[in-house]
């Protein structure tokens, strides 16, 4: 008999476009530097782990300080951000608009802080305004696409006048008010998340104290603050109640009131001096710009690109296998109770632990390489997308005869829900790129690590190339996952991704 | 029928047998024998019990069973040979099983070529079940079923999207490789064709249970009458 088999099936296309990736993951993890500098890791992670047995709620001052500073600047932020990135959504057919919110979305929560913390200082105004810019354009890109999604015959059926608002607010705003409300929940989350890691860079949040602790080897103490970290983010379904809402509101603006602390001039010096490249500044023309430039993108912009991608390619590839190999203990299809409850427990601690905390903490336990970083990203990334496969398989029924186990996976589970697996991973892939960018903070040589150096010499024209290169490789790998998306058809079917 | 004629042990049996999905009862008490060897053509119109009481034929012997449902279920994103070749999974260790999903060996590629080839699938063997007809799904679904390699067929409807004379072939090579088989089905003149014995339901009821030699069409049309 002759034997062709050469597929001619939906599930090679995807097949090819794994093996791909693949591929450009392994070739990273063989560029990367995955050195273990750390002489002794096991030594340090059992006192880690005694100190997570043993948390230490009284060794911080000011805890709660810190805390409410904490809920005070996620609160303020995401209400400006949504109430911004709201009245943009109403106008998300225009390209400048799309383009506006990309640009801002793909800054970092702690590139916004570096940069606000020139102008504003150590304040309020600074945390507010860091997590508000970025969520702005994440409202708008959302919210705008609810209600192109939305359906238009509700809007259409009604009689033809210039009324415009009633009309939206008749017949568009409640097919989309339950999942903004819902999304919006969901960002407060991520806020939290994002207001406690602006620490790192000194705003006053549980960060500053987590650092502190982590980086003194105080670990009791540390393990403390990331247990109220957890307790505050686990019972966030409980305590956010939408009448509550202004009252949350209301008391953040009096606990931390975001005041314009600086001067108009340190705003106006900074964005006509410090920002404007140092050649312009001491009269320069184009060429002596040109060399500038191109110094910058040898010296900094190009390693740091290069490094960023390769971290990114092989944090996309952790993440993929990690997600790939835990989804099954969270579904429905696989396992017995137990086994279900552990694997949630697993994935909630990973998903609820800040990837930029994560990689802090191994690069304690490590040293400094890409393998805290590509570790940190894959986990905390890979958690999120098992999450929600797992969540996509309950909406799977197999037939009453289905194989069990590794065949089940394999044959019936694997095939059905791999679209939807690889929609989650090239869509939270912007998302991969843009905080492998932000690690460079804490040493891993990204384009983080540049920007980070140019605000720590005070040669803030750099801190702008190197913040707006980040911005492009964002989009770049944006446009690249929304192109392979486009070609293999993938859709996540209403299952927005976060 | 003499007494002293020795009958095949009971396949299936029900005695006042509650049947239903949860709380909602299908069958209020069942008596149903089914013996190794007889072929049963299940009729009645829609929501009469058909699905129910395969599925609980089923939990019955299960190891015995081949299984075609109604909803196909198969995996439409893999090619006609790996939805095929699911139905002997059981058959094979798992590392064999997954060699197959990769790269199958020629000898996988003969065994399930062999099963498409008598149900017209040659052609198609390699091609992914969403880029077929609902005939050739069909066919590739009773394709599973028969890779399965057991000797009691269970179907829902197996031939319903395929022309008259297609599915009369089909499901004549299919009974003959299976010593017994319930098959639930709405056309009538298959049913005595084919089958050596035709159940009628009704409500959740047997209302009628004979020999196919002594019914006609017009004693399997009082079952559909309102």
Redesign the interface.
């Known amino acids: 008999m002759k034997r062709t088999t050469a597929f001619n099936t939906t599930a090679a296309g995807w097949r090819r476009a794994s093996g791909w990736l693949g591929l450009a993951g392994l070739a990273a993890f063989a560029c990367a530097d995955l050195a273990v500098t750390r002489s002794n890791p096991g030594a340090e992670l059992l006192r880690v782990g005694a100190g997570l047995l043993q948390p230490d709620f009284v060794a911080t001052d000011g805890l709660g300080r810190a805390l409410a500073n904490t809920l005070a600047f996620a609160f303020q932020g995401v209400a400006l951000g949504a109430a911004v990135g709201f009245l943009l959504a109403l106008v998300w057919h225009r390209r400048a608009v799309r383009a506006g919110a990309a640009s801002v979305r793909a800054i970092h929560e702690l590139f916004w802080g570096l940069l606000l913390m020139q102008v504003t200082g150590l304040s309020t105004l600074t945390g507010v305004l860091a997590i508000a810019l970025p969520y702005a354009g994440i409202f708008a890109k959302v919210f705008g696409e609810f209600l192109e999604e939305a359906d238009p015959a509700p809007a259409g059926a009604l009689a033809d006048d210039r009324r415009r608002l009633s009309r939206f607010f008749y017949a568009r705003l409640p097919l989309i008010w339950a999942s903004c409300k819902a999304y919006t929940g969901y960002r407060l989350e991520c806020a939290l998340r994002a207001s406690a890691i602006l620490g790192f860079i000194g705003l006053p949040t549980l960060g500053f104290h987590l650092e502190t602790a982590f980086r003194e080897g105080h670990y009791g103490a540390g393990a403390a603050l990331l247990y109220v970290l957890f307790l505050l983010i686990l019972t966030l379904r409980l305590w956010l109640r939408p009448l509550l809402l202004p009252l949350y509101l209301l008391a953040s603006l009096i606990w931390a009131p975001p005041l314009w602390q600086g001067s108009l001039e340190t705003l106006v010096r900074f964005v006509t001096q410090d920002l404007v490249p140092a050649p312009l500044k001491s009269g320069g023309g184009l060429s002596e710009l040109g060399l500038w430039l191109g110094n910058l993108w040898s010296e900094q912009i190009g390693p740091g690109v290069w490094h960023t991608l390769v971290l990114g390619l092989a944090a996309l590839l952790l993440t993929a296998l990690l997600a790939l190999l835990l989804f099954p203990l969270r579904s429905p299809l696989f396992g017995n109770r137990a086994s279900r409850a552990l694997g949630h427990l697993i994935l909630v601690v990973l998903r609820t632990t800040p990837e930029f905390f994560l990689a802090f903490f191994f690069l304690i336990l490590l040293g400094p390489s890409m393998l805290p970083g590509i570790l940190a990203l894959g986990l905390h990334t890979g958690a999120i997308i098992a999450h929600l496969t797992a969540r996509f398989s309950e909406t799977l029924t197999l037939r009453a005869d289905s194989a069990r186990g590794i065949n089940r996976y394999a044959f019936e589970v694997l095939p059905r829900l791999y679209p939807n697996f690889l929609a989650f991973l090239l869509y939270r892939w912007e998302i991969i790129m843009r905080e492998t960018a932000v690690l460079g903070i804490l040493g891993i040589h990204t384009l983080g690590f540049y920007i980070d150096s140019s605000v720590a010499e005070f040669r803030f024209d750099r801190t702008l190339v190197l913040i707006l290169a980040t911005v492009a490789l964002n989009l770049g790998v944006d446009a690249f996952s929304r192109w392979l998306r486009g070609r293999l058809r993938l859709s996540t079917q209403g299952h927005p991704v976060p | 029928m003499s007494a002293c004629q020795s009958k095949p042990a009971p396949l299936f049996h029900f005695q006042g047998a509650r049947l239903g999905h949860g709380r909602e009862t299908v069958f209020a008490a069942l008596d149903l024998t089914i013996r190794r060897g007889e072929t049963v053509a299940l009729l009645g119109p829609s929501g009469s019990g058909k699905s129910t009481l395969l599925?609980a034929l089923?939990r019955q012997q299960?190891p015995l069973?081949a299984?075609c449902?109604q909803?196909q279920?198969l995996?439409?994103?893999?090619?006609v040979f790996?939805n095929i070749y699911?139905g002997g999974?059981?058959r094979f260790g798992?590392w064999r099983?997954?060699r197959a999903?990769v790269?199958?060996t020629?000898s996988q590629?003969?065994s399930v070529?062999r099963v498409a080839e008598a149900l017209g699938l040659s052609e198609k063997l390699?091609?992914?079940v969403?880029?077929l007809s609902g005939g050739q799904a069909q066919r590739t679904a009773l394709g599973r079923a028969l890779f399965?390699e057991r000797p009691v067929l269970l179907a829902d409807e197996p031939v319903s999207n395929l022309d008259e004379h297609q599915g009369m072939a089909l499901l004549g090579d299919t009974l003959e490789r299976h010593d017994s088989a319930v098959v639930a089905m709405h056309d009538r003149a298959l049913a005595l064709a084919c089958f050596q014995r035709v159940i009628g339901l009704r409500h959740g009821e047997p209302v009628l249970d004979a020999p196919s030699s002594t019914l006609t069409l017009a004693d399997l049309d009082t079952l559909y009458r309102p």
């Not at chain 2, 995996?75 to 090619?79: H, N, Q």
């Open positions: 599925a089923r299960e069973c299984w449902p909803e279920a995996v439409p994103m893999l090619s790996h699911m999974l059981h798992t099983n997954l999903l790269r199958p020629p590629c003969d070529a390699y091609t992914s969403d880029r399965t």
